[in-house]
């Protein structure tokens, strides 16, 4: 009978087995070390960012607490108080500004200069924000420097007119709307 020995091949394929599973075992533990450094390192550099909005977040809570500290301040609260006070005091001076005592002291304004040349009949506010104004001219050249005068004043806007016709006595009798300009 032969006896065939096997035993030196397979003995080979265990010392080949042995060598490609310590290669493998041996790239495996490098992956793992270089995946445990990246998320060491990843780590390390968050907690950096980290510690640095910690420190960020306790400078902006004590500027807070020194600004409500301030805000607390009786005095403060009593300027504000007069502040508050100033500003509803000129928004309704503002609003008033259109209002007709307003406008009728602005129209008398308007006609001071002309003397015995011009004379207002009638004012009165034909819809909101538009005044028809109704007076006596002495003649053309009057009635013209009255409307170049109300063209050059910032408070009125002439929105129609002049209309006028001759009286009995020679004189004009005009008629002209006013439109208030809005608050500056």
């Not at 004043?153 to 709307?177: I, Q, V, W």
Request: aromatic share 6%.
């Amino acid at each position: 009978m032969i006896r065939i020995n096997l035993l030196p091949k397979a003995q080979r394929r265990r010392r080949l087995r042995l060598r490609s599973g310590a290669v493998l075992g041996g790239a495996m533990l490098l992956g793992w070390a270089a995946v445990i450094g990246t998320g060491y390192a990843w780590i390390a550099g968050h907690g950096a960012r980290a510690a640095e909005l910690r420190e960020r977040a306790a400078e902006v809570t004590a500027a807070t607490r020194r600004l409500e500290k301030k805000r607390d301040n009786p005095a403060l609260a009593e300027r504000q108080r007069v502040l508050r006070i100033r500003q509803e005091a000129l928004a309704r001076l503002q609003d008033a500004r259109g209002a007709p005592a307003a406008a009728l002291a602005e129209f008398a304004a308007l006609f001071e200069p002309a003397g015995a040349a011009l004379r207002p009949l009638e004012a009165h506010a034909a819809h909101l924000g538009v005044w028809r104004v109704e007076g006596l001219a002495r003649d053309v050249a009057a009635l013209t420097e009255f409307v170049a005068r109300v063209r050059r004043e910032a408070e009125f806007h002439l929105s129609y007119g002049p209309e006028y016709a001759r009286a009995a006595d020679g004189s004009l009798r005009f008629r002209l709307d006013l439109e208030a300009a809005p608050n500056q």
